[in-house]
């Protein structure tokens, strides 16, 4: 069993920069795909990124390629999402997840594990 916790989330001005983090335990961290996924108020979660176990490979939503980064640290079991110039639309809780796959595919049902997920608030 999995376990991922979240943090850095926060309030930040729209053009700032946020980078959150997501700490896992209980597994085998770099055999997973590590995916981050947000879902703002009223919406349904959407996927935000993903990168492959040794991070050879990453993928994006459109909404934040260019401006978002995913990068881990398998000997620290961290997975990163640097995000630059925000949004007030980037606004979302955030959430971290772990998917048993070779393919960082944006699909939900990928991702057997889940963290809590951190709040992030981009102000206009």
């Known amino acids: 069993q999995v376990q991922l916790v979240e943090s850095g989330g926060g309030l930040v001005q729209a053009g700032g920069s946020l980078k959150l983090s997501c700490a896992a335990s209980?597994?085998?961290?770099?055999?997973?795909?590590m995916g981050w996924f947000r879902q703002a108020p009223g919406k349904e979660r959407e996927f935000v990124g993903a990168?492959?176990?040794?991070?050879?490979?990453?993928n994006y939503a459109d909404s934040v390629k260019g401006r978002f980064t995913i990068s881990r640290d398998n000997a620290k079991n961290t997975v990163y999402l640097q995000m630059n110039s925000l949004k007030p639309e980037d606004t979302a809780v955030y959430y971290c997840?772990?998917?048993?796959?070779?393919?960082?595919?944006?699909?939900?049902?990928?991702?057997?594990?889940w963290g809590q997920g951190t709040q992030v608030t981009v102000s206009s």
């Open positions: 997840a772990a998917a048993f796959r070779l393919v960082p595919r944006p699909s939900q049902s990928d991702y057997a594990y």
């Open positions: 209980g597994g085998t961290f770099s055999g997973y795909v």
């Open positions: 990168i492959t176990w040794n991070a050879a490979a990453t």
